[in-house]
């Protein structure tokens, strides 16, 4: 039985690709997301094309229950659950505070900060009884610096990346790594960015930015640096890094 | 008519003694507590003993609407609230991930992240339009590192964090004064820490940290320094600034 | 016998308004800058003008001995020096690695970090002794982060934080204060940022930024805050805190 | 011609293991050290015997023009550098200020900053005009966060910190990757933390750490991390990340 990766937010950017990286590398990956299920087959087809093994299910985060009752039943059908995968974005766009409203603060914190807990509280138990767990957490620049009109996403963010860190001292010696993976760019990923910026802005982006070989962040290659991270020995595992393309500026140099 | 101060959250610690040292300096302070209306009045009595002005309220800040209508009332019959001194704590102590529930979690954002939102929304709008304004964040270490067992509380203070963020970036600009005031040792405060060690303990710690003199933090004197950043000339404003008694550790040096 | 503010960086930005502001404060203040004798006379005259009490010297601080022996003759002839304002810049434009010689990273060090380490050498002892002291030490954005063609002055003031951080770590308990500010932003200083953009370019910058009023910081209004964070309660000391316009941005929200 | 990795700080713990990583995977290793030839050609030996490529010098990097002369002599005789590992560590334990000297000082950033940036200034002209390069750095918790007594190496490590990030600032566009390895715990380095300790005491802690299994931090587990980085592609670079063994707190957990 193939040790299972779950990946919670499995678009056709980093969730999927990272997906297919554990594929390759002998994982079952599970792959969730909300909404698209034409999207989602196509996934799950083409990591079985590749010899891989995987399933997709549609999952709304938001509703009580969801995440809990997939990784039950996860746990009871496919097998242990090694590798989490937490890459449910928050990103609104810009919004003044006069626009944002407490609906959709509260949704941020509820995909940003609260469903990452839920699924530690969630997946720890049964890591702790194994001895053993990764959980790899995507985040963004909104973690460490609050931005104009990021109210929401700033508010969650921060939140998260505190989250990772109590999620650290409490398991780390128990055998879990938490992994808080700091992207700071635009990812080349049409389910996200694509969406945020309309078909044809996208595609005049990633024209501008080379063809998206190096201009916009590549998923399959910074699903490398998730494998390695889940991987790493236990002697020497990195808790905290970030990602950003070689021709772009860092956040503080902008 | 005196400009208001208004504090959320004041017991007999930080919000207490802002709100006296406000009153002290002109203001109309408007103390505000989730309980304890004896306590309240105590309070208010103090200040106006010592020839100042005062109003006092229950205020359930988890409550919908209770932020927003209080501002709203204070506006229409008490007049322009030109500080506002966010003291809720969202301290549980620490509880391991499997002690923590769902609703001591969501408990901690709405005290430590949601209801700091709440008031901007509130208040920013009448700032902007009088073109000033203050919002002092009282704050924890827990909002820069996540310590074990601190889930509910280093998410809700992370949070908290980055909002104060974005709203300088929003705000500043536009004259409202937004400083998170990161709180990095033990208050001598009855209410809070008094209640957190129970009566007995809290006066055994007094005694071995000098009486209260010094070792731990005195309210009164960091009310000081909180009045200083809400009175700082707008060409040098402070936005973050931490407060820690000279016999104590930096959090990172512990 | 007034107490002693020593001011090690004194030109007419903020060194000599902070010594202006402790004079008003019953200091003694001692005025140190490289060159220009007859600005630092007219510093001094002011201060005098004003009822206040001040002495001026030429010093470089990179020569061996002239802080230590400059501290030596104050503790002699004037008296217990209480409070350092470290105020000593090594911003030197930004200039391309290429650009940047062996001489110039270490002149960054010398007056960013070392010309510290040796200031804190000659006076935390004496102060130990008293069980009391302040030092404030200016510092810039580039102690937290290193923009392009900042290697000399990013590299001299991630030490200085740090150090500051040591000295703190070492010497709070003994009752001496260090705090690190973080000016985040153009001061109004016409012989540092004066000097750097040229007469004309200076002149018109105060102009768009509303004719000094706010956009630039004014020096005389940072004072404020160097002289209240040198007066806090030892219970509710602040050890860092940003300074920035209203106007301004954040560094991380450029 | 195989590509060369040069290590400057090449013991028998992170730097000889980095070393040895590289020459397993096609490049011809350079190990520099200031002393022990015995060792050096041992950890040379130990290369080869294993199918790979190096070579040994000793360095002195405090000497003017070292570093610079075997970043030529080497470029010329062996080929391109392509990764730069800059392994020169600068702690000399806790020393009180009084016990801390000027030379000692010094030496803190002769090794801990000045080093780096006489690399960066002899290989980065050479990485340009190939359009890539890597520099890999090894730092310490002490690059963000002051302790008492560590005056020299805290102020050396922040310094070079912010030198990683002007670095990146000025050279990442120019295909050059530079990455701040944050390294938090003790790693089971008989030249380093062995000598320290003393022979005895070091074996009684790996005692205790599990017979250094995974207590102590395995270099040998760190340099594949130190790999994986020089390799991810441009598109999703890391330029901080920090390595703990997962029994270890974080530095700001204890």
Redesign the interface.
Known sequence: MKPVCLVIGAGAGIGGNVGRRFAAGGYHAVLCRRSDEEGLQQLVAGIEAAGGSASGYLLNAIEPGSIEERVAAIEEELGPIEVVVYNLGAQIGDR???D?S?KA??MG?QLG??GL??I??AV??KMVQRGKGVILVTSAT??V???????SH????????????????????K?I?VAHVLVDGMV?APDTLGKMLGAESFQQLRGQRGGA??????PA??A??YY?VAH???????????????????????
């Open positions: 003044a505070l006069a944002t407490y603060f509260e914190w900060t609260f807990f839920r530690a509280s720890c138990p909104a973690a610096r609050g931005n104009a009109g990021q109210h700033a508010a969650a963010m921060g939140g998260r990346r505190m989250l990772c860190q109590t999620l650290n001292a409490e398991f780390a010696r055998g790594h080349d070989q190096d201009g916009l962040m590549l290659q910074m490398e640096t390695h790493q020995h236990r002697s020497a595992w990195t808790h905290e890094l970030d990602l950003r393309a070689y021709s772009d500026l860092a956040w503080w140099n902008h």
